[in-house]
């Protein structure tokens, strides 16, 4: 039976053989924040499909192709779309793709989001960076036996968010004038959107915002020692911080109106990486 990091340097070795250099830095974009990858020059776009043992992406918002070529003079992979666990992947699943890609040899990951916001001074469209997270996802996705070619057993986490990339994140929305908030990103299983009284559970115990992905790749970038720069977009706030319900629609709608910032950003980042 084919093992895990057979099948990932499978898919490593596929996406290889089809690019002309390997990336340096990976950028995973979430819900409706897929027009990034347009910016992409000298494009080589592979369907999720194509690539073997890739997981497909079903959820609106997300193209579901790898596509690789140069941002700001920096060689980049750009993932249109993820596998969720809510969707009924395992998460050996679910983080295929990052293991993939760092056996790829990226250095760093870009991590986004769409998120709902906890923090009350958050406003809709905010831009976050994840200083820290939560996993509330009921399970890690390095249980099982460990595979000493993707990690150690037990790697820490005392950083999983690289402060050099988090203060880079920073000079990059200087320059462009924009205001960046920080935070600490919940990560849960989904995908019914969270309780009122869940939210307030979030508040008391360190929350600022609420999403369904982000951080199994994350445990699994550092475990293979990549750096990880998150990312969040405050699409809509959680539920019950207004009188409203919640709907994905709204997500699509917000990240669609600061997709220029946000790719701005982006650029920023990517072009200031060493």
Partial sequence: MTDDYTR????????????????Q??????????????????????PYDAIPGWPQ????????????????GRRVAVLSGR?????????????????????????????TNAAGGINTSFSQGALMVIDDHLNLMGS??????NDDRFGARFPDMT?????????????????????LAHGVYAGLHGPSYETPAEIRYLRAIGADAVGMSTVPEAIVARHMGVEVL?????????????????DHAEVMETA??????FIALLEGIVGGFD
Avoid at 25 to 40: D, K, P, T
Avoid at 101 to 107: F, P, Q, S
Avoid at 230 to 246: D, E, F, H, Q, R
Avoid at 256 to 261: A, C, E, N, T
Wanted: net charge positive.
């Fill in 8 to 23: 990932v340097r499978h898919a490593a070795d596929f996406v290889r053989e089809r690019i002309s250099a390997p990336p």
């Fill in 25 to 46: 830095i990976a950028i995973v974009l979430g819900s409706g924040l897929g027009e990034f990858a347009a910016r992409v020059a000298d494009a080589v776009a592979l």
């Fill in 57 to 72: 992406s079903t959820v609106v918002g997300h193209a579901g192709q790898l596509v690789m070529g140069i941002v700001q």
């Fill in 83 to 111: 596998a969720h666990f809510y969707e009924g992947h395992p998460l050996s699943t679910v983080v295929f793709a990052t293991r993939a890609i760092a056996t790829l040899g990226v250095k760093a990951i870009i991590l």
């Fill in 140 to 145: 890690n996705p390095l249980v099982g036996p």
């Fill in 159 to 179: 950083e999983v968010y690289s402060k050099r990339l988090r203060a880079l994140a920073h000079r990059a929305a200087d320059a462009i004038g924009l205001d």
């Fill in 230 to 246: 998150g990312i969040s977009c405050i699409t809509n706030m959680a539920a019950g911080v207004l009188p409203k319900v919640l």
């Fill in 256 to 261: 669609q109106r600061v997709r220029g910032s």
